[in-house]
Every structure is written in structure tokens, then in C-alpha cells.
């Protein structure tokens, strides 16, 4: 049975070679190769001895280059065979740099072997720093070593991995294929780096809590389901670490944040993946107010040092992220988008009469809480493309959330948007344990009553809240799409590394 799916041509051909080098004495898959630099360490610390230069002052170079040693390996990206002489291009991912093999200056077995190499293989070379008379550095190899064989050929060269399902299942290739994808993701990671120092600096304290919880709690979202066999009881992934880390606030940990995996059982979308990442933190003795300028200062920091500028373009459309950030209730978003309607007659007269009423603190809307939220949805969202501050929601969809103390029907509670995308969630924490336990069997009333995204009862987080949670404020950020914005990627996918796909049909 072959191997791999399809054993062409070109996989023969690769599978002679790798036998033909082995024959030569080479290992196949040898263990180690010792390394005095990696590639990216030579081209940042030497490509710019090149460029055009005349004649005497290369040579000049070349004298000072020569007796810099250099022992370093990476994977062919290209290769070049002139009779008696080669070049080949290494890489390690984020760097290439080309070597020069001469049969006179390397064993007889090694020339053999140099001749036998195919595109994807990685080798290891030895020799020195030059520059060519074209002024491009490379490595004059008088050693070369043969480390792993790429039996399955490389994409062309001139148009990497294009295909986008198979650049999201086949994330190594598209990474070996693609420097720009590779280049989402060390931004994702500088994304990521920024976060955990904002918060260290401010002296919060990461914390971990648990994946696998008896409750699907935290949010309202339908829940990955599994058993421990041990304890014989179900299991479920977990939907938001909220709840746990609201009870360490009870316990005295005042400032605490979490970098890490939710799992929400629903659809596949360029916006949704069923395993997402959030940073979460809570700080006692803070409000939503205080949360919203962290929030601002958070991310116009991790915009600057990762991005470069407070102004980028995503989806063909720019974005400013100069503070201060628009804030706007939920009821004023609707009521502006609907008057801007020209389709709906009936919406429009409704949102007059909305406008005339706001005035009064104690106005009853005449939208029931879903209709503002699904006008919001599907009026407002998609127009919110700067950073955008939404507050005045709905009590009856902010089951955790404290409200208002002017108006019961709105609670202490904001999104923020940006390119569309709902980023961020926060609020004033609830923490009356009475008032708590009613909503919670508020939530499981709907259940009852057949909605399945609720949130669903937790006994002990209510016990907890009879110790005392402080005033608190607590807020999720999406990583995955704050990363898509500053990165400019419209697919979620794109900025994860290995995301969940379709099986693939055979």
C-alpha cells in the first residue's frame, strides 16, 4: 500500500533519489546537525554588505567576509545546477540565503549527493561568507550534510499554495509556500506577547482555570459534550471561563486575566471557529467606564507596536484607531440606522416615535429586547468600522451583568466593534447572589421553553457571590478576530493554524 494518496512520478523519482543517497553512506534521517547560525542570523546581520557596488569595493567586502565561518541548515527553496558548480537557496521559514557548491571544493560523495537533492529537501551546509559579483551574500560551501528528504514535491515556486481549503489543512505547506501567511502569524504571536505585558505591567495576575467544567457556564452558547469515565459523570468544554474567574475575584485575587480556548458547539463562518481564543480579565473595584478607556489603551498600544501605525486598511477599507473611541447606546445605533431606512415604512414611523420618547430615563422602548437586538444586528453591525463603544443594553439578553441604576431595563454593559466585528464584551459584574439566582432561573425558564442558548444555572458561582463578590468589571476579547483586523485577514481561518474543516471527501 503506498504511502501517500498519489504515488506519481515525481514521488518515484524522489523515493530513487533518497535510496541513491543512502547507498552514498548518507543517513537518511540523521539525529542532529550542530549549527553556529540560523539563516535569519546571517541575513540580518550581513545581506546589506551587497547591493550594487563596483567591482573594487566588492572585492574589498569579500576580504572582510572571508573569515567569518558559518555552519547553518534550512530547506531548498531553489536550485541551480552549471555543470560543475550549483546554488541553491535555503530557507528556515522566515529567511532564505544562497549557497554556492563547487565539485572541486567539497568530497567527491557530497557532489554526488548535492547532484541528487530535489527541491523541499533540507540540508546542512559549511563554508564562508561572500558576496557575488550580482551582490547577493552567499555561502561558499566546502561542506554539505543531507538531513531529511522531501518526498512529496513543493507547490511552484512562482505561485506558492493558492488553493485556500488546502492552505487551511495543510497549514506546514502553506507556511513553507507563503511568507505572508507566515507573517499573520508572528504578528498573532507579537499580538498575543503585547497582551500578556499590558497586563503584567498593570499587575494583574494569569491565572488557569479549567477546560473541562460539569456545567456549560459563563455564556450563552450550545456546548462540546464529553464523559469521564472514572467519575462517571459528563464533562463539558468549556464556553467562557467567566464564572471561575469571578469566583477567584471573591477569593481575593483583585486583578486576574486568562489567555486561552473557548468551545462553542455552532456553525462553521469567515467570523466563527469552534475553537476560539479570548483574553479575559476582571478588576474589583472598577466599572464599565474604567474598562472602556483600559480597552482603548490597550488596543491602540498592541495596534502601534504590532502594526506599525494607528491607521490600516482592512477589507479595502481604512480604519483609525486614534483615541478617543465613539461611544453610543444600542437604542440611539438602531434608531439612527432606521431612520437612514428607505425600505420600511413601518419600522421608520416606529423608530420617530422611539426618538420623540428617549428623553424620558424611564421610557419603556416599544422594540422588545430581541427586535433592538436583531435590528442592531443587522442595521447597525456591519456600518461600525472605526472602533466603536456600544452601550445601553437590553437587561433581558446580560444575564451576568448589574443594572442600571436609573433605568431597570438596561444594564451597565458594552460591546466594542470594529471592521464589523464584534471584538469585545463587558460589564459590571451582578454580584447580588438573590438577584443572580433569579436570572439564572430566568435563563432556565427559556430553556423550558425550548431556547437552547442560554445560560444555564450554577449553583456554587451562586454560593460563591454569598461570600461577597466587590464591585468588579470584567471583559472578553476576541484574539482571533482582533488579530484578523490588525493583520487584514477577512477569515477567521486565516489566522488560526490549524482550524476546524469539513472531513475531506475521498
Avoid at 554556492?100 to 548535492?114: A, C, G, K, M
Avoid at 474598562?291 to 489603551?297: F, G, I, N, P, V
Avoid at 431612520?339 to 416615535?353: G, I
Wanted: with cysteine; glycine share 6%; aromatic share 8%.
Amino acid at each position: 500500500m503506498p504511502l501517500f494518496d498519489e504515488e506519481n512520478d515525481q514521488i518515484i523519482q524522489r523515493r530513487k533519489n533518497l535510496q541513491a543517497i543512502t547507498e552514498l553512506g548518507f543517513e537518511a534521517y540523521p539525529h542532529k546537525f550542530d549549527r553556529t547560525h540560523t539563516v535569519s542570523e546571517i541575513v540580518h546581520h550581513y545581506a546589506d554588505r551587497g547591493g550594487q557596488r563596483p567591482a573594487e569595493e566588492l572585492e574589498k567586502v569579500n576580504q572582510e567576509l572571508n573569515g567569518i565561518k558559518v555552519r547553518l541548515a534550512g530547506r531548498i527553496m531553489t536550485s541551480r545546477l552549471m555543470g560543475k558548480a550549483g546554488f541553491i537557496h535555503l530557507s528556515d521559514g522566515a529567511s532564505r540565503l544562497q549557497a554556492y557548491v563547487r565539485s572541486n571544493d567539497v568530497p567527491v560523495r557530497e557532489w554526488q549527493l548535492f547532484k541528487l537533492l530535489d527541491l523541499g529537501d533540507i540540508v546542512g551546509v559549511e563554508g564562508w561568507l561572500f558576496i557575488t559579483r550580482t551582490g547577493e551574500l552567499s555561502v561558499h560551501v566546502r561542506g554539505l550534510s543531507f538531513l531529511a528528504k522531501a518526498l512529496l514535491p513543493m507547490p511552484e515556486k512562482y505561485h506558492g499554495l493558492q488553493d485556500v481549503e488546502s492552505r487551511h489543512r495543510q497549514r506546514y505547506l502553506d507556511l513553507i509556500a507563503n511568507p505572508s501567511s507566515r507573517e499573520v502569524f508572528v504578528k498573532r504571536a507579537a499580538i498575543i506577547r503585547e497582551v500578556r505585558s499590558f497586563f503584567d505591567d498593570r499587575g494583574y495576575i494569569e491565572v488557569e482555570t479549567p477546560m473541562l467544567s460539569p456545567i456549560a457556564s459563563g455564556a450563552a452558547a450550545r456546548p462540546f459534550k464529553t464523559h469521564h469515565n472514572a467519575l462517571d459523570i459528563d464533562l463539558f468544554a468549556r464556553v467562557a471561563p467567566e464564572l471561575y474567574l469571578k469566583r477567584l475575584v471573591v477569593g481575593g485575587f483583585e486583578k486576574v486575566y486568562e489567555l486561552n480556548r473557548n468551545f462553542r458547539n455552532e456553525g462553521l463562518s469567515a467570523r466563527h471557529n469552534p475553537e476560539f481564543t479570548m483574553l479575559e480579565f476582571y478588576q474589583a473595584y472598577s466599572d464599565y467606564e474604567q474598562l472602556m478607556e483600559l480597552t482603548e489603551e490597550l488596543i491602540t498600544g498592541v495596534v502601534e507596536r504590532v502594526h506599525g501605525s494607528l491607521k490600516l486598511s482592512y477589507a479595502g477599507v481604512s480604519v483609525d484607531f486614534t483615541p478617543p473611541w465613539k461611544r453610543v447606546t444600542m437604542i440611539k445605533a438602531v434608531l439612527d440606522a432606521l431612520l437612514d431606512q428607505d425600505d420600511s415604512k413601518d419600522l421608520k414611523e416606529r423608530a420617530l416615535v422611539e426618538v420623540l420618547a428617549a428623553e424620558d430615563p424611564q421610557f419603556v422602548s416599544s422594540f422588545s429586547p430581541k427586535e433592538i437586538v436583531d435590528l442592531f444586528d443587522h442595521f447597525v453591525e456591519p456600518r461600525l468600522i472605526d472602533p466603536t463603544f456600544i452601550t445601553g443594553f437590553p437587561t433581558e439578553v446580560s444575564p451576568l451583568s448589574k443594572q442600571s441604576e436609573t433605568n431597570p431595563g438596561i444594564v451597565h454593559r458594552f460591546e466594542l466593534f470594529i471592521c464589523g466585528l464584534e471584538c469585545a464584551n463587558a460589564f459590571c459584574e451582578l454580584n447580588d447572589p438573590a438577584e443572580q439566582e433569579r436570572r439564572f432561573k430566568e435563563q432556565m425558564d427559556q430553556r423550558g421553553r425550548g431556547v437552547e442558548e442560554v445560560v444555564v444555572m450554577d449553583e456554587d458561582y451562586v454560593r460563591a457571590l454569598g461570600y461577597g463578590l466587590p464591585p468588579t468589571a470584567g471583559e472578553g476579547i476576541g484574539i482571533d478576530r482582533l488579530t484578523m483586523i490588525i493583520t487584514g485577514q477577512a477569515n477567521i481561518r486565516d489566522v488560526i493554524l490549524f482550524p476546524h474543516m469539513r472531513p475531506e471527501s475521498k
